[in-house]
């Protein structure tokens, strides 16, 4: 008989293991349950959509439900899990208000995760949102872009002055950013682009903590270059209201006036309803997974935001909720699922940004505290280099930071800022990271040459030299 393969999620993990499952065994029937409405959208774009460079939310979907029926998948939109029963193996869904009871035989949760919203006083008033979901960004364009639902000069005799601010608001000329992550700094640059005042308030003493403090400074003077206003070391405490309305945020013992104001402070995995059912949860909060994605329960798979997965770097399960972790686990469950065993893949958290006209990239480990309770006894080396060939014009400055183990010279990680050809040249070190090479067997790769992209040395191998000379 068929088998049934039942997918909770309908975005970049839930959609790829469908999708791969139904080509590879078109017999399997596969069911998957979204809550809401989107499904298989990049959320990756939101800031450009919010930014005004992506038109519209539906460009941002690579396929349509129509698509996926086609293809003979059974996909339930406005259907929300509430219950998965993995002995009896049945999930329940909630559909405008009626229960539904799906039996399976395989099973992926592909739930993603969720914006962190941090209990500061007044993050419920009108003007505060986040950035995760395509409704979510719908809501800041159209926030960023209103008018006053009544004009300025319209009489209205009989309201108190609260009410006339209300209805004569006009589109926010600045906003406070809660967060200095890759999310809150890409929508520093869209706001920025609206022609808003940025603020970005940061807790930590640098943005960008992932990438390291070197990367992170260099980030920080080009957004102070922007117009940015950055406030490092600085808790918001409280956001102000007048009218019901984002009026400033208090921050470091200082009140700053804002109309509007965006909490970018993480995500955190959604894994309560399969630890409610028993299914076990990671160190990092995420639901623990084998190399297939399996859970501790038989045909129970996890994948994307939700899930943890490998660290070839740290030999430990990790969570870096990224987009091709969720799409490349999710293909490979498919695969599983539709009878052929497939491994998930390793991850070693490569992640590239853009902040205006910096690139900014890492991979690996290269924190030290991070690197020595993996059992490795880092060493750091930092290089700028340029970007093109000395004589070629349009170059410029590459900073890359390079970790290594000094005892098996094992390259560790890295993170490089500049202008241009950051995002090829990260990917050199994940390639690398993934070969377990040392950086010696780095400096002596055979990488592509010719002045308009590299001097001779490209900065990858210089870095490269110079680190495995310190570790000598
Ligand atoms: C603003 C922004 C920018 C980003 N930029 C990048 C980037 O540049 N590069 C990168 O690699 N990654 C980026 N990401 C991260 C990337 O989008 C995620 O890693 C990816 O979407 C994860 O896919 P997923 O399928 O695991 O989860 P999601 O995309 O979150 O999808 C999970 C789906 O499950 C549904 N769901 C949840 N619970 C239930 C339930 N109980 N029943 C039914 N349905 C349910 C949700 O509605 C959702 O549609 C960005 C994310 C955001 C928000």
Request: with cysteine.
């Amino acid at each position: 008989m068929a088998r049934t393969f039942v997918v909770i999620g309908g975005d970049a993990a839930g959609m790829s293991a469908a999708s791969k499952a139904k080509r590879d065994a078109p017999d399997t029937e596969v069911v998957v349950f979204e809550k809401g409405q989107w499904v298989s959208y990049g959320a990756c774009g939101l800031p450009y959509y919010v930014k005004g460079e992506i038109e519209t939310l539906d460009d941002l979907v690579a396929m349509t439900p129509e698509q996926f029926a086609e293809r003979g998948v059974d996909l339930r939109q406005h259907h929300e899990v509430v219950d998965v029963d993995p002995e009896e193996q049945v999930v329940t869904a909630v559909h405008d208000g009626e229960t539904v009871e799906q039996p399976y035989d395989d099973l992926l949760v592909a739930t993603g995760a969720s914006a962190i919203v941090p209990p500061i006083d007044g993050v419920d008033l009108d003007g505060v949102f986040t950035l995760h979901s395509m409704d979510s960004a719908k809501k800041v364009k159209s926030y960023l872009t209103q008018e006053g639902s009544v004009p300025e000069d319209e009489f209205l005799e009989g309201y108190g002055a609260e009410v006339h601010d209300y209805l004569t608001a006009k589109t926010p000329e600045s906003v406070g950013i809660v967060g200095g992550g890759y999310v809150g700094l890409e929508m520093a640059e869209a706001f920025e682009a609206r022609g808003l005042d940025v603020h970005v308030f940061e807790m930590l003493p640098h943005v960008l903590a992932p990438f390291g403090p070197g990367a992170a400074e260099t980030v920080e003077d080009h957004l102070r270059e922007q117009g940015v206003d950055v406030h490092l070391d600085t808790t918001v405490e409280r956001i102000d209201e007048e009218a019901g309305r984002v009026a400033g945020v208090e921050a470091g013992g200082e009140r700053f006036d804002v109309d509007m104001v965006l909490v970018a402070t993480g995500v955190a995995p959604n894994a309560d309803l399969a630890a409610e059912a028993g299914i076990e949860l990671g160190e990092t909060g995420a639901i623990a997974t084998d190399e297939y994605g399996e859970t501790n329960y038989d045909d129970v798979y996890a994948a994307g935001d939700c899930a943890e997965a490998h660290n070839a770097v740290t030999d430990a399960p990790d969570h870096v909720p990224l987009a091709l972790t969720a799409n490349r686990a999710g293909r490979a469950i498919g695969q599983t699922v539709a009878g052929d065993p497939t491994p998930v893949g390793d991850i070693v958290g490569t992640a590239v940004v853009k902040v205006f006209d910096l690139e900014v990239a890492r991979t690996g480990v290269i924190d030290h505290d991070e690197a020595r309770e993996a059992g490795y006894d880092p060493v750091s080396q930092e290089i700028t280099a340029e970007s093109r060939a000395h004589y070629y014009p349009g170059g410029s400055d590459l900073e890359v930071r390079m970790t290594a183990d000094r005892e098996s010279g094992k390259l560790l990680g890295a993170s490089i800022v500049g202008h241009e050809g950051v995002a090829k040249r990260i990917d050199t070190v994940a390639t690398a990271l993934h070969a377990d090479m040392t950086v010696d067997e780095v400096e002596y790769l055979d990488l592509a040459y010719a002045p308009p992209f590299s001097p001779v040395w490209d900065p990858v191998l210089t870095a490269a030299k110079v680190l495995a000379g310190k570790l000598e």
